[in-house]
């Protein structure tokens, strides 16, 4: 299997329901950094699993949806908790979106996967990974 992984941030603010969250229940901010990690089991006729020029402006992309933002504003996010759990999966799906309607070049309609890594700190973070 071969992959590439492009790489960006966001920053957020939100809260969340729940004792479990402790303080965290209360309105704060957050940077992620943001691995994306594209498969596939063979190389294309290029020689690549997916442009990278066009990787890294997808995801950018789709990180300018939610950065500088109040999650809990968001209608897409209404009765959710933006868990770093969930803003993985969300920032996968719309990447995955993006390839069906071909923004990330006609080779990534053989991707067979996508895993979306969000660093919470050096010490803790959360994937999502999903077949295509």
């Given at each position: 299997?071969?992959?590439?992984?492009?790489r960006?941030?966001?920053?957020i603010?939100?809260s969340?329901r729940g004792e479990?969250?402790?303080?965290?229940?209360?309105?704060?901010?957050?940077?992620f950094?943001?691995d994306?990690t594209?498969?596939?089991?063979d190389?294309?006729?290029d020689?690549?699993v997916?442009?990278i020029?066009?990787?890294?402006?997808q995801?950018?992309?789709?990180?300018?949806e939610?950065?500088?933002?109040?999650?809990?504003?968001?209608?897409a996010?209404?009765?959710?908790n933006?868990?770093t759990?969930?803003?993985?999966?969300?920032?996968?799906?719309?990447?995955?979106?993006?390839?069906?309607?071909?923004?990330?070049?006609?080779?990534?309609?053989?991707?067979?996967g996508?895993?979306?890594?969000?660093?919470?700190?050096h010490?803790?973070?959360?994937?999502?990974?999903?077949?295509l």
């Amino acid at each position: 299997m071969f992959s590439v992984t492009v790489r960006d941030h966001m920053m957020i603010a939100h809260s969340f329901r729940g004792e479990v969250f402790g303080p965290a229940q209360r309105l704060h901010g957050a940077t992620f950094v943001v691995d994306t990690t594209f498969r596939r089991p063979d190389l294309d006729g290029d020689g690549i699993v997916v442009d990278i020029g066009l990787a890294t402006e997808q995801l950018r992309a789709v990180l300018g949806e939610l950065t500088y933002r109040n999650l809990d504003d968001e209608a897409a996010f209404a009765g959710v908790n933006t868990t770093t759990e969930v803003l993985a999966r969300t920032v996968a799906d719309r990447l995955v979106e993006r390839v069906h309607a071909g923004e990330l070049g006609a080779g990534a309609r053989d991707l067979s996967g996508i895993t979306v890594t969000l660093h919470e700190s050096h010490i803790a973070w959360a994937s999502y990974e999903r077949s295509l």
